[in-house]
Nanobody, 119 residues
């Protein structure tokens, strides 16, 4: 199972970006899908999480600006980021609870995509 994230880049403050993460492999099921971020010198933090049924959780710092969504048929999770601020600059990682065929549930990470917001 692999998680492939894309969509990062350089944007000015107030701009928008949309991140995507596709889960590929011999997948029986996916439960929670989430986005985390890690800024230089800081710990990795949860940005947003979406359950299989669509319930969502957001970090206080992104509420009202970011929206997480998922396409269960395509095993894809998205993060729409609006009104970006320099403080959103970080490497963004996708994360998922997956169950491959013939295996147990486990948690796994994508490779990360850089988001840089200039002031």
């Amino acid at each position: 199972v692999q998680l492939q994230a894309s969509g990062g880049g350089l944007v000015q403050a107030g701009g928008s970006l949309r991140l995507s993460c596709v889960v590929s492999g011999s997948i029986m099921a996916i439960n929670n899908m989430a986005w985390y971020r890690q800024a230089p010198g800081k710990q990795r933090e949860l940005v947003a999480r979406a359950t299989h049924s669509g319930s969502t959780t957001y970090a206080d710092s992104v509420k009202g600006r970011f929206t997480i969504s998922r396409d269960n048929a395509e095993n894809t999770v998205y993060l729409q980021m609006n009104t970006l601020e320099p403080g959103d600059t970080a490497v963004y990682y996708c994360n998922a609870d997956v169950r491959p065929y013939g295996s147990s549930w486990y948690n796994t990470w994508g490779q990360g995509t850089q988001v840089t917001v200039s002031s």
